[in-house]
């Protein structure tokens, strides 16, 4: 069951195509990691199972592309109210309509440590 929550948690990631999906993904990954874990640390002969191992490595794989995406998505976002709130940009933006975005935040679910029920 925590198998398959961790895989519909990474499907859920890959198929988000906006921040708000890509926050409900990432908190529901976390969770779904967070269990993962906890099944692990209860089960040591799974620690040593080689295909567990190599789960373990393809998580934290795309735990760190998450982090790198959500800096990277960040910093445009940046770039482009800094644009858009100096001149000239500023301008153009306003005779567009074009307005400030808020970066990305994670919900503050996302920093509560997931429950696990065996």
């Known amino acids: 069951k925590v198998l398959t929550e961790v895989t519909?948690?990474?499907?859920?990631?890959?198929?988000?195509?906006?921040?708000?999906e890509m926050a409900a993904a990432d908190t529901a990954l976390s969770g779904a990691l967070g269990r993962l874990?906890?099944?692990?640390?209860?089960?040591?002969?799974?620690?040593?199972?080689?295909?567990?191992?190599?789960?373990?490595?393809?998580?934290?794989?795309?735990?760190?592309?998450?982090?790198?995406?959500?800096?990277?998505y960040n910093d445009a976002i940046r770039n482009y109210n800094v644009t858009i709130g100096t001149f000239p940009g500023n301008i153009v933006a306003g005779l567009l309509g074009y307005t400030e975005v808020a970066p990305f935040a994670a919900d503050e679910s996302a920093h509560a440590v997931p429950q696990v029920v065996f």
């Open 8 to 20: 519909a948690a990474r499907a859920q990631v890959a198929g988000a195509k906006s921040p708000e």
């Open 37 to 72: 874990i906890a099944v692990a640390e209860n089960y040591p002969e799974l620690k040593a199972d080689a295909h567990f191992t190599e789960l373990m490595r393809e998580i934290s794989g795309s735990e760190n592309r998450i982090a790198v995406a959500r800096k990277d």
